[in-house]
Each structure stands twice: as C-alpha cells, then as structure tokens.
C-alpha cells in the first residue's frame, strides 16, 4: 500500500510539475505575445509616421509645382447671341497674355513670372502660382471669331464672342 502510495504520490507530484510547467509556458507565451504586440504596435505606428511624413513632404513639394489652371479662375456665359469669357489673370500685364480664338475654341496662354530669385529660401506656405498657363475651353457652339472683342482691366480679362448664326436653307415644296 506504501508503494501504491508512493506512486499515487510521484504521479500527483508529475501532474502538478506538469501543470506548473503549462502555466509557467502559458506565462511566458503571453509575455511573448504581449511583446509581440507591442513590438507590432510601434512598428505599425512608425509605419504610419513615415507614411503621414512623406505625404506631408510630398504635399510641399506638390504646392511648389501647382498646375496653374487649378488656380485660374474662368466664367464662361452664354447669351442669345454670343460666348463671353471673365477670366482673373492676377500679377500680369495684358502684353503677358496671347488669346487665341477659333469656330469652337478658346485658349489663353501667359506666363507668370516666380517672384522669388533667391532659391535659399524656405516657403512657410506657398499658394501663388508661377509658371506658364495654357488654357482650352471647348466652347458649346461656332463662334465668328473675326468678331470677337477683349478687354483687360484690372488684371481681368474679358472675351465677348459673337455666335455664328446658323444659316437655315428654306425649302420650297411644289
């Protein structure tokens, strides 16, 4: 009965050290998971640092290179009788601008000179535009451009464009 015990008794103390050794391995394993964790969470995090910090970069760069026709700001109307065109053209003379006017076509081309020469400077926000523009408008009907008037005052231009009336052949039936 002693042995029996004896063996009751090793088998109970195996049991238990089995027990101690899966919670000790369960404890180390959520220490391992926890760190992993926070290992994966600050990876992450300095993933989506790099990446918040290239697109600001990139956002700079891409205000130091804005396409001007964002910026230009053009109404186009139509009347009864012909197109006309209101277009702000800040910061330039009217020797700047070349128009260029079709049956069904419009374009405005001018150069916006940089204002900056020195290039060691450090733009906190740079939201006027440089560079050449070279605007296409598509108009809605034949225009006859030998007619057309321009003004430029106060850095706006203004385009009135006369529509082509449309010559109707009348038809005699017998």
Request: aromatic fraction near 6%; hydrophobic fraction near 35%.
């Amino acid at each position: 009965m002693v042995e029996k015990d004896n063996v009751k008794l090793k088998s109970s103390k195996m049991n238990t050290e089995k027990i101690e050794n899966k919670n000790i391995s369960m404890d180390l394993r959520k220490k391992a998971d926890s760190k992993e964790y926070e290992t994966s969470d600050s990876s992450l995090n300095d993933i989506i640092t790099y990446i918040k910090d290239k697109q600001e970069e990139f956002n700079r760069v891409l205000s130091d290179y804005t396409i001007f026709n964002n910026k230009t700001m053009v109404d186009i109307i139509e009347t009864n009788d012909s197109i006309i065109f209101i277009a702000d053209l800040p910061r330039l003379k009217k020797e700047d601008v070349e128009i260029a006017i079709g049956e069904d076509v419009v374009d405005i081309c001018a150069e916006f000179e940089d204002d900056v020469t020195n290039k060691d400077v450090n733009y906190i926000q740079r939201e006027r535009s440089y560079g050449k523009i070279d605007r296409s408008f598509t108009l809605p009907t034949k225009v006859d451009f030998e007619k057309a008037e321009g003004t430029f005052k106060d850095s706006v231009l203004t385009l009135k464009i006369p529509k082509l009336e449309k010559k109707r052949l009348k038809l005699k039936i017998d």
